[in-house]
């Protein structure tokens, strides 16, 4: 009998116990939220005021002191915001979304992180982890963003990684045909047809556009070209491959290969310059300017018009840079992709080019 006093004395105590740390743990994230809730509210009016360096420091003290609070996502998403929008700092804006991405996805400020990346890894110019991003985004949260979209995305990280069929599957597979990304899908078709002149299936794609755009004549030249091609498969290769044989020069009985330099005219090196430049720093000045005249978006509907309103602003500031510098978005990557191919010539220019943006 006493045996059976002592179990239920014990059971009780253990009971008891466990009561006294849940109560705990619930007065400590109480007092989790509480606290967090200051700090939140303090980065907030730093923000407003365009404080936005002191804000950061605040909004990342909360994401790293209560981050299992309520205001820990909201607070690492706007601080990789603010490093991506206003100060500049990528590699700071990856590691605060680092974080927020990391959470599960109930909160809806894990995709617009994930869609902030997007911009962020192509800065970076990390773009296998930018294709990770969009792959997540269109498994994660199917019909969130415009799959079209992201399949355009897919396609230009592709194209510079240099996987040209790779990128021509992904643009094979927009849905809608109707829409704007198809149409501005043709620039990376005509970069396709730069990497590789000898593939007919990128004029057959084009062929596809502009049938459906209306552009019949077009469509008719882009079949003829495509069939040629087909029909002249093989002295094409064998072509090509005689083209890409490298010299080679003699020292003795020793053979060196010599790569091929890369030659550009005094206009095409300055249209390099200029149109790398606008990109590291014109254009984000502009596009900063720009979001700051917007103000910031208070709910994620607002964070969707926010970020389409700046699409087209910076459709509009390229569009408008083109047209000014007498050049086109295929000119300027064709050169570009030509100076990838000397690693000297290269780091020739980008070296100039980093003294004029630092």
């Not at 969130?144 to 355009?152: F, M, S, T, Y």
Request: net charge positive; aromatic share 10%.
């Amino acid at each position: 009998m006493q045996q059976g006093k002592a179990l239920y004395t014990r059971f009780g105590i253990i009971i008891i116990l466990v009561i006294a740390l849940i109560a705990g743990f619930n007065a400590w994230r109480k007092y989790q939220t509480k606290q967090a809730q200051i700090v939140f509210t303090k980065a907030e009016a730093l923000y407003n005021n365009k404080k936005y360096q002191e804000a950061v420091q605040e909004y990342e003290s909360v994401g790293a002191k209560y981050s299992y609070s309520e205001y820990a996502p909201p607070s690492l998403y706007k601080a990789g915001y603010i490093y991506c929008h206003f100060l500049f700092n990528d590699a700071a804006a990856a590691k605060a979304l680092q974080k927020l991405v990391a959470r599960p996805k109930a909160t809806p400020y894990r995709k617009e992180g994930l869609i902030l990346f997007i911009d962020i890894y192509d800065r970076l110019r990390q773009y296998k982890e930018r294709n990770d991003v969009i792959t997540r985004l269109m498994k994660e949260y199917p019909g969130a963003v415009d799959e079209d979209v992201l399949r355009l995305e897919l396609a230009k990280s592709l194209n510079k990684m240099g996987q040209a069929k790779e990128a021509l599957a992904q643009l094979a597979l927009i849905k809608n045909k109707e829409s704007d990304v198809i149409r501005s899908s043709q620039e990376y078709y005509h970069l396709l047809i730069i990497r590789d002149p000898a593939d007919p299936q990128p004029h057959l794609e084009l062929a596809r556009i502009y049938k459906q755009i209306g552009l019949q004549k077009r469509a008719a030249g882009e079949l003829e070209t495509a069939t040629w091609l087909k029909k002249n498969a093989a002295a094409l290769k064998a072509a090509q491959q005689k083209t890409a044989a490298p010299p080679k020069s003699r020292r003795g009985n020793i053979e060196k290969e010599v790569p091929p330099k890369i030659e550009l005219t005094p206009r095409e090196k300055k249209l390099y310059i200029d149109y790398t430049v606008a990109q590291n720093k014109t254009w984000r000045a502009a596009m900063n300017e720009e979001s700051q005249s917007l103000g910031a978006p208070a709910d994620e509907q607002q964070a969707m018009v926010f970020g389409a309103k700046l699409q087209q602003y910076e459709k509009e500031w390229w569009s408008d840079w083109y047209t000014k510098n007498q050049t086109s978005y295929e000119e300027c990557e064709k050169i570009r992709l030509k100076v990838m191919n000397d690693q000297g010539l290269a780091r020739q220019l980008n070296e100039g080019i980093a003294k004029i943006t630092d």
